[in-house]
């Protein structure tokens, strides 16, 4: 590497030798020259290094490795100015590079280097100070010193210098300080404002882009932007943007501006003298993308105040965002995406918006841009939200397919809001029979595997909406939608698990569908929900309840009650009481019912034998070890049903066929049995007898001759059930049950009086009714 030489000369002197020429090849013997004890040695060998290290940063760190640093800082304090000014003159070059800074930290420079900056001192030694100081000031802890050391004062000032490197020097400075919020409200305090719109009439761009990079900065604070306002700052911006030859600066100067409109007092200031017409009118005739960009995003971080987005829809700013749809850049696409999601919280906004720019919307989700697609389909969402009129010209626009296929999208921001504009759309009965025809459910199996909670929530609040369908709930079920759904139960989210148990209470309206959740675990994650205070919610406790409504085998085995709302259809069984939720043990003793209710006339009344024999509706067939085993029709209980409708449901009362109904089922079941004889009334011989005709322990409750409690009282439900008498099933201890019914009274006077509830008595009276809270009542549901 070509070494540098470097020559000192020293002038005579009557005392000394004379002059001596030193020639140095090595920068190692200049630095060791910063010791000398001889000023004009020191001043020229610092002369020297600084343009030595001017020429790369390889030089620097050389000398950094040479130590000189260390020798230079004792030379800030020098009393020699000329050796000051070169002493400085070296740090401010060697600042650049990162490694000189570490040093300069370290050897807490900063204060040596503000202290250089008062008014007395040269212009040369303000350059360089200030050079060094903006090098620094990038790092926080130097922010701070500078800060705590009083430098913002003399560096607020020095933007007044008439040096421009000086001024260029000084606002990068400051730029770099006020990206901490302390430093930005102690400039604002010095009065920083002034010096910096000065800035911007200097004939040096650099200069002007630095001050108004710190206006951006400065103005994101309310208090600024007021001092702004009231130093004339907004005229020379918009003058600024209204000259052509500054087109350089013209995003900086409209950052600077959108920062003013997220103010109110601001924008209704640059309102009312013709400023937002003029910036507007400036934005629709741009073509630089970066300034429409700007520009939108601006609008989007003042839209979020409804003052703000007023005065924005009185000015027509819609249209402008509208334009910037039509846009050849992504960027500018996504801003105004964005700006238009904002803006759609005003009404006004938002039906101006639909009507003009949902067909631009619809046409921009097939961009192969994922960024693109997830703003758009966003401001879909934000006007499809509460307007049946967006989401309307949605449909019309031919939007559903591309929607549908958003859901296939990379990005979750992108799926969610598609699938919530799906889910605005179906709240109108045409919109929702086109999206379901495009197999919306088998769609929303993927994000409801998603580990996105927002595209969880959605997906499962989008099969609540659509779940209303019969057909649609089969669907789920048919590919396999119903797992990840019960999944979901398990969220800690608080949002997916309420909208979870929302789309499981909707999916459960479906019998098969219900058997199946349960099948999967849902009541078991229902019932563990519901037990903790905090993950309890009034869906949760509904799904529960919708699940067991519709699947009234596992409600009464694991609730031990029927509501007379639960009305009890073909292959109902009773397995006895389990625990919690768990599934029904088939190898318990089980009382069905099947039955086919045939056409009318008594041709075939008479012909019980000619019943055609079919499956029931809700297990099709039971599986029992290896074995297939099909469930017979109970003959018998179908001449019940056809007895208790001719001869019962012709009663003129409630209680009349309650009475008669009550002696009906005791009858069939053995007849009244004393109290005392209860224990003789061997009940279970019978069933075991029954069961070993049958070869199984499922028995067909018009086979039970003589039954007991549980007996009586789900036939009596089942009867009931079937003529239109409400009365609920109750399942007690040690093998009791009792229904309880609800009869209106009239007082003497002929006044209707509130229903009263009573246990009907199957057993030791027949027939009699109990009233509900009667210490008779009560001995007939114990032993």
Sequence with gaps: RHRKRFYFFKQPQSDIFDPLLIESKTPATVVLMLSSPENEVLAKACDALYKYASKGDENKVTLLGLGALEHLYKLLSHEDPLVRRNAIMVFGIMASNNDVKKLLRELDVTNSLISQLVPEEDVVIHEFATLCLAHMAVEYTTKVKIFEQGGLEPLIRLLSSPDPDVKKNSVECIYHLVQDFQNRAAVRELNVIPPLLQLLESVYPRIQLLALQTLEVISKDRETRILLGENKGLDCLLKILENDEFSDLHIE??????????????????????????????????????????????????????????????????????????????????????????????????????????????????????????????????????????????????????????????????????????????????????????????????????????????????????????????????????????????????????????AVMVCGSDELTAIELCRLGALDILEEINLSRKRKNKFSEAALEKLLDNNLPQKYSQMGYLSSSNIITNGFYDCGQVSCSKQIPLFRKMYFFFYVRKGKGKKEEEKPKEVIQVRPTVQEEINLGNSLWVPPVDLTLMDYINDVSKTILPLTTTREQVVALAQFVADKMGGTVEREQLHNFCWELDMSAIEFELKSNIVPIGKIKRGTFYHRALLFKVLADRIGIGCSLVRGKYNRAWNEVKLVEYSPKGLLLPPQEYVVELMFEPGCLLKQGTAKADRYKRI
């Excluded at 003042?302 to 829809?313: G, L, V």
């Excluded at 500018?332 to 803006?343: D, F, G, L, R």
């Excluded at 019309?396 to 999208?409: F, H, S």
């Excluded at 019969?470 to 309420?498: C, F, I």
Aim: proline letters at 3%.
């Design 253 to 502: 100067t409209l950052a600077v501006l959108g920062n003013c409109l997220e103010d109110v007092d601001t924008l209704q200031q640059i309102q009312l003298t013709g400023g937002l017409k003029k910036l507007l009118s400036f934005l629709e005739v741009s073509t630089v993308p970066d300034i429409q960009k700007n520009a939108a995003k601006a609008i989007t971080k003042a839209a979020y105040d409804s003052e703000i987005r007023k005065i924005f829809h009185w000015e027509e700013v819609e249209k402008f965002l509208l334009s910037l749809l039509d846009s050849n850049s992504d960027e500018v696409k996504v801003a105004a995406s964005q700006a238009i999601s904002a803006m759609c919280e005003n009404l006004d906004s938002k039906c101006v918006l639909g009507l003009q720019g949902i067909p631009q919307l619809v046409h921009l989700l097939s961009s192969n841009n994922e960024e693109v697609k997830e703003a758009v389909v966003t401001a879909l969402t934000n006007l499809t939200t509460a307007s049946p009129r967006n989401a309307s010209a949605v449909a019309e626009a031919e939007g559903i397919k591309p929607l549908m296929n958003t859901l296939n999208a990379q990005r979750d921001g992108a799926i969610s809001n598609a699938i919530a504009v799906l889910t605005n759309l179906s709240l109108q009965e045409p919109s929702r029979v086109r999206i379901q025809s495009h197999g919306i459910m088998s769609a929303l199996v993927g994000p409801l595997r998603s580990t996105n909670s927002q595209v969880q929530s959605r997906a499962a609040f989008a099969v609540a909406a659509f779940g209303c369908d019969a057909d649609a709930r089969t669907e789920l079920r048919n590919v396999g939608g119903l797992g990840p759904l019960v999944e979901l139960l398990h969220s800690k989210n608080e949002e997916v698990r309420r909208n979870a148990c929302w």
